[in-house]
């Protein structure tokens, strides 16, 4: 098992323009999230999906879209970056299950947007 | 608005000593509290977690003590080892799966 697996790893973005960060997971997981980090904030959640088709805002969403077509896929948009999204993105996926629902992360995309 | 704070931001231990980080919440609907560990250039991955129906848990050299009356949570890092040198993050959910997460320690273990 890869486990969570995104690409790119790094990205350097000038204002405006827009890209796709993809996320990818082989542990057959229903929940994905994508959070960002920023130096002395810990993660904020941005996005999250229950199952395919399925999508929904967390705490940070503006700015962002995403998509659920598979259980395996969840990618992330940036349309119009600004440098306020200059930070790390990590994409992670979960099952529920009766023991506690384990977030399990990927090594996360660095994001620079000038 | 952070909902979870976590404190000290950073600490320094020597070798054997032990580490001590605090969180507090607001929510009480919160019930279901994990530590992250998170090394340089990777992602965080779950250390412990505990419910709200205990006081404590203890796996191996790390301690989750929880004080629910006064809304409090904290790790304890038995015999810190440089190994253990990374952030912790402290989290909270009140439905397993959307985490509140805390800024955030970083520790360092000297040897």
């Known amino acids: 098992n890869a486990g969570v697996t995104q690409t790119p790893k790094f990205r350097i973005l000038k204002i405006g323009q827009s890209m796709t960060l993809q996320c990818t997971q082989d542990?057959?997981?229903?929940?994905m999230y994508w959070y960002r980090q920023d130096p002395g904030m810990g993660l904020k959640l941005i996005y999250y999906?229950?199952?395919?088709?399925?999508?929904d805002k967390g705490e940070v969403p503006n700015g962002y879209n995403v998509s659920r077509s598979t259980t395996e896929d969840f990618p992330l948009r940036l349309e119009l970056a600004a440098p306020s999204q200059t930070s790390v993105y990590f994409c992670?996926?979960?099952?529920?299950?009766?023991?506690?629902?384990?977030?399990?992360f990927g090594p996360g995309t660095r994001l620079t947007v000038l | 608005q952070q909902q979870v704070k976590q404190s000290p931001q950073s600490l320094i231990v020597q070798k054997g000593g032990i580490s001590i980080i605090n969180c507090a919440y607001e929510?009480?609907?919160?019930?279901?509290f994990p530590w992250y560990q998170q090394f340089p250039g990777k992602g965080p991955a779950l250390l412990i977690a505990?419910?709200?129906?205990?006081s404590e848990k203890k796996e191996g050299r790390f301690t989750i003590s929880f004080n629910k009356s006064a809304k409090q949570f904290s790790l304890h890092i038995m015999d810190s080892q440089p190994g253990d040198s990374a952030t912790y993050f402290c989290?909270?959910?009140?439905?397993?799966?959307?985490?509140?997460f805390g800024a955030g320690t970083t520790v360092t273990v000297r040897a």
């Open positions: 992670a996926s979960s099952v529920r299950d009766n023991s506690y629902n384990e977030q399990f």
């Open positions: 542990m057959n997981h229903n929940y």
């Open positions: 999906s229950v199952g395919a088709g399925i999508t």
């Open positions: 929510n009480t609907a919160f019930d279901y």
């Open positions: 505990i419910r709200p129906d205990v």
């Open positions: 989290a909270a959910s009140m439905n397993d799966y959307k985490l509140s």
